[in-house]
Structures are given as C-alpha cells and as structure tokens.
C-alpha cells in the first residue's frame, strides 16, 4: 500500500519568495511520484513527475521536486513565487511495479501568493 | 487535440434524481479513471475502466453508484437516487495504453444536491 502526506494544508508567500511545498510518501516498493496543481474550477494539471533516473525533477512553470530515497519525501520549490502561482498543489503516488496500479492522491496545499 | 471533456461542467439534481456525469477521454486514450473530490480532501480514486470492461472498482460506493465505458461513446458515471452527501466535484482522467500512472483530468463535473 502507499500513501502521501503532505505537510501544510495553507501555505502563504509573498510575490518573489521562496515556494516550498512538501511531501512526504511511503510506499512498499519504489515509487513513481507527481505533483498535480489545480487551479480554481478546473481539473488537475500535471506539473512533473518522477519515475526514474535523475532525482532532480524539473517540471513547467519553473516548478522543481527533488526526489530523496532516504527522507521519503518529494518536496515542490520554485525560486520565486508569481501571482500567477496561487493554487491547489496535490502531490500523488504509485507504485513502480509494473502493470496497472492505482495513483494515491495528498489532501492537497492551497498556496497563496501575497503582493 | 483535445483534451479531456466532461459534461455537464456543474450539475444540480433534488434529492432522489439520478445523476449522469460524461467523460470523453483524449483521443488516443483507452483508460479511464473517475475520482471525487470533496472540500478540503483530495482526490479519491473510484473506478478504473478500460473499453467495455471495469478493471478496478474498489473505490466506488457499493450502493447506487455505477460506471460504464463503452464501445462507442464517453464514459458514463451513474449515481441513483441522490443524497446530499454525493454533493462533490467528480473527476475523470485517461491515460494512453499502459501508461496508467500519467494521466490526463478533464475539468470536472460539480454535482449538488438539494
């Protein structure tokens, strides 16, 4: 079984600071690894993923997850927050295993950007 | 090419009605997933289909709720006689051929029941 928990259901930063939203995962076997962001009244938008190789993620809108075996965690940062930003951020899970497995969902990060 | 499409994108139904949400996948898709989403929880997986056959349905509801994705046409998510506690955004995602974990939402279906 695998599950995801992520820390921070609200999370605040100004324009230009620092994003940190973090993840922490458990799983039985290696994981693959996604960060979703959904923006009001819609559907999720993948943002990256990690599956294999590279542990260093790089995904769209300057977003980055670095992937760490040892901590279990996949934590999303981008350098420097925009308005633009302000969303629903869902980190998921499953399993690398082969053959159909079902994708485990985070309660979700609602990040709001501050001018 | 077109992504996802759900309809209707908002769906207000009396307690009792029966509700169907469509889903159409990406073109190319032959997966798909439905999800419900309530305030303030994430995303909770319930049926897993692939054309005519119902691969995983271990998330749905055993009561009232059914899904289908047949041949010709859009995936079908059922929910007979309606209660309050349905009231939810229902999602669904398609995924090309054995690639189930990257998928694809579509914007959503917002079910509410009064």
């Known amino acids: 079984a695998q599950s995801v928990t992520q820390l921070g259901s609200h999370v605040s930063v100004s324009e230009g600071a620092l994003v940190l939203l973090r993840c922490n995962y458990s799983s039985s076997v290696p994981p693959y690894l996604f960060w979703y962001v959904q923006y009001p009244n819609q559907g999720l938008q993948l943002l990256l993923k990690?599956?294999?190789?590279?542990?260093l993620v790089k995904g769209i809108n300057g977003f980055e997850a670095e992937f760490k075996k040892s901590e279990t965690s996949f934590h999303l940062t981008k350098p420097s927050a925009h308005m633009s930003d302000a969303a629903e951020y869902f980190c998921a899970v499953t399993p690398n295993s082969g053959g159909y497995q079902k994708v485990t969902f985070g309660t979700g990060t609602k990040l709001q950007v501050i001018p | 090419n077109a992504g996802v499409m759900q309809n209707p994108r908002h769906l207000v139904r009396r307690r009792g009605q029966e509700a169907r949400l469509r889903c159409s996948p990406m073109?190319?898709?032959?997966?798909v997933y439905w999800y419900r989403q309530l305030p303030e929880e994430g995303l909770k997986f319930m049926v897993y289909?692939?054309?005519?056959?119902?691969?995983?349905e271990s998330g749905m509801p055993k009561e009232r709720f059914s899904a289908e994705f047949p041949k010709e046409g859009p995936s079908i998510l059922r929910i007979q006689q309606v209660v309050r506690g349905d009231s939810a955004a229902y999602f669904c995602?398609?995924?090309?051929?054995?690639?189930?974990?990257?998928?694809?939402f579509g914007p959503g279906t917002r079910l509410t029941v009064t």
């Open positions: 289909l692939q054309k005519e056959n119902i691969i995983d």
């Open positions: 073109k190319g898709h032959s997966h």
């Open positions: 995602a398609s995924s090309p051929i054995g690639d189930s974990y990257e998928q694809y």
């Open positions: 990690y599956t294999t190789g590279a542990t």
